[in-house]
């Protein structure tokens, strides 16, 4: 089984995960680590939003680099009017001659009020198939200038677009969408309109497999395709090492991440899958106290094994081949600094997950 894989930069680290903030960058970074990114052949390249702008960096990568593809993992939707996520995406698009791709999320209604300061203003599901709806008329509206496609939908109403607005026709306009899942309703809506889904990391290997590909499927027989249509791109947890003694390392670090994540309650549909019902509000319960160092005691190594790829350099290729069959076409890899230094060894393990 071939994979694609994919890489990250400006991804979090352990530290942001327990609330001690983040590290600055600088243009020269994020130039290197494109660079880096492709040397060693990633077929990828993403940015989150993870406290910084995901589309900025973006520019940056797309002048120093030439071949890779370049992605939002992911921008969140709705404190972005339609308007202004397809007038950026466009320009990317055209910059990086063609190599964009755009990852869209949702986030939960908290952060959307009182972090984003932007209203909420209905269930995340159909308001984001609107926005995507509403993404792909304007697409074809600057690509199309004389003859506008317009979209009016209950959330969304794009109707005007004159030509002093209209930033024009460029080569390659064909911009593909994915947007992150972990519910049923968003990975239909992948099926039916998108390139492809990103599942979070959050939903496990079993999850992704019996939960969100037979929706997936669903949406896609809508619009009259076919699953192998749409990339389904997996982000599983890596608890690296280059002996045992790192794997134990990197798998206490590990759990720092999954409990944050898994404390969100937009999440606990994956819990509820695996029997761990009560893991989901205890986390939560946790996370409103701002107890974070504490999450990560509630994680097994059980729950771990679910979630992660546990393994020491040499064995992980072959373990994420195996995991991934039937679940994912494609892998993010959000690699431990002490691998990621090493570009040979990175470059043998793409070179592997590659292999048919």
Request: glycine residues 8%; charged residues 25%; hydrophobic residues 35%.
């Amino acid at each position: 089984m071939s994979l694609k894989v994919e890489s990250v930069i400006l991804g979090p680290e352990t530290d942001q995960y327990a609330g001690r903030g983040q590290e600055a960058q600088s243009p020269s970074s994020i130039a290197e680590a494109s660079r880096r990114a492709e040397r060693m052949g990633f077929d990828v390249l993403n940015t989150p939003e993870g406290g910084h702008d995901p589309f900025l960096p973006l520019g940056l990568a797309a002048e120093h680099t030439n071949s890779i593809r370049l992605g939002t993992n992911v921008a969140i939707a709705f404190p972005r009017s339609p308007m202004a996520t397809a007038q950026v995406a466009w320009d990317l698009q055209h910059l990086s001659g063609g190599r964009f791709q755009l990852g869209l999320g949702t986030q939960v209604k908290g952060h959307i009020k009182r972090r984003y300061a932007t209203p909420w203003t209905g269930a995340p599901g159909p308001r984001l198939k609107e926005y995507v709806q509403c993404l792909q008329a304007m697409f074809k509206t600057f690509q199309n200038p004389d003859n506008p496609t317009y979209f009016e939908g209950e959330h969304y109403q794009y109707t005007l677009m004159s030509p002093f607005f209209n930033p024009g026709p460029i080569e390659h306009p064909e911009i593909p969408i994915y947007l992150a899942a972990v519910n049923t309703y968003n990975a239909r809506v992948c099926g039916e309109l998108c390139a492809g889904l990103r599942a979070h990391p959050v939903a496990s290997f079993a999850y992704s497999r019996d939960v969100l590909m037979p929706a997936i499927e669903e949406g896609a027989r809508k619009s009259g395709r076919m699953i192998e249509d749409i990339d389904i791109v997996g982000s599983p947890f890596l608890a690296l090492g280059a002996d045992e003694e790192g794997v134990e390392q990197a798998k206490e670090a590990l759990k720092q991440q999954v409990s944050f994540y898994a404390s969100t309650r937009s999440y606990h549909s994956v819990l509820k899958y695996h029997g761990w019902d009560d893991l989901g509000p205890r986390l939560h319960e946790l996370s409103l106290q701002g107890k974070w160092t504490e999450l990560p005691k509630q994680i097994t190594d059980e729950m771990l094994e679910e979630w992660a790829i546990v393994a020491s350099y040499d064995e992980f290729p072959a373990k994420l081949r195996e995991r991934a069959k039937g679940a994912y076409t494609s892998v993010l890899l959000d690699l431990p600094g002490a691998l990621k230094a090493d570009e040979d060894r990175v470059a043998d393990i793409v070179r592997q997950l590659h292999e048919s």
